[in-house]
């Protein structure tokens, strides 16, 4: 399974953007996607996940701005990001999870910054 992410950039504090990740593996509806985010010298942390029965769960510093969502026929996973924050400057990375075993993208940088 090869998950590629886009979508990353600099955008201003209180703007909006739009993360996407394709997967390329053939259980993708099956999966658990999620994103992830890391701030270098800190730990990989929790943003959003979406079970395939539409169960979603985020973290309390995104909720009410971030909105996670899949399209099962195109295989792929995105994230809603609004009313950004200095402190939402992080790598994100997109996660999937099947059968026990999972994958992570290779990361798009989003910095928040006037």
């Known amino acids: 399974v090869q998950l590629v992410e886009s979508g990353g950039g600099l955008v201003q504090p209180g703007g909006s953007v739009r993360l996407s990740c394709v997967a390329s593996?053939?259980?993708?509806?099956?999966?658990?996607m999620g994103w992830y985010r890391q701030v270098p010298g800190k730990q990989r942390e929790l943003v959003a996940t979406?079970?395939?029965?539409?169960?979603?769960r985020y973290a309390d510093p995104v909720k009410g701005r971030f909105t996670i969502s899949r399209d099962d026929g195109k295989n792929t996973v995105d994230l809603q990001m609004n009313s950004l924050k200095n402190e939402d400057t992080a790598v994100y990375y997109c996660?999937?999870?099947?059968?026990?075993?999972?994958?992570w993208g290779q990361g798009t940088l989003v910095t928040v910054s006037s």
């Open positions: 996660y999937e999870i099947v059968s026990g075993r999972s994958w």
């Open positions: 593996g053939t259980f993708f509806s099956l999966a658990v």
């Open positions: 979406l079970s395939s029965n539409g169960y979603t």
